[in-house]
């Protein structure tokens, strides 16, 4: 642990001095822009892609059983906003978090279950 100490990323030199070509530290913030961008694109195709899936064929974001009729409303709101949650966890690989989301959809569920 203690090399890593010994320098920094952004005290390295970004461009050979030889060849001029990019050195290692300077494909860093090359490679970090690109991959926060992809990402971004990427989230956005997914909830265009979702979003008219969900409005056009009445579907919900992920394949899934209930055991109830999720497809009359208020039932199919509730079943779209839990997805949507646990969705975006999903995403954010937080473990606090997550739990929070099972504890939500559990009681979403058990207030369907209840509307019944």
């Known amino acids: 642990m203690d090399l890593t100490d ?12 030889e060849s001029g070509r990019l050195s290692a530290a300077g494909w860093i913030p090359l490679i970090k822009m690109f991959s926060t961008r992809a990402a971004i694109v990427n989230v956005f195709y997914h909830f265009g ?3 008219i899936r969900i409005v056009t064929n009445h579907d919900t974001m992920i394949i899934a059983w209930y055991p109830f009729d999720w497809t009359v409303s208020p039932f199919y709101e ?6 949507v949650t646990i969705s975006v966890d999903h995403h954010r690989h ?11 959809r559990f009681v979403y569920s058990n207030i369907i279950l209840f509307l019944i």
């Open 49 to 51: 892609q979702s979003t």
């Open 78 to 83: 509730l079943v779209n906003i839990s997805q």
């Open 94 to 104: 937080k473990f606090t978090r997550s739990l929070l989301i099972i504890f939500l």
């Open 6 to 17: 010994s320098f920094t990323w952004e005290d390295l030199p970004t461009r050979d001095t």
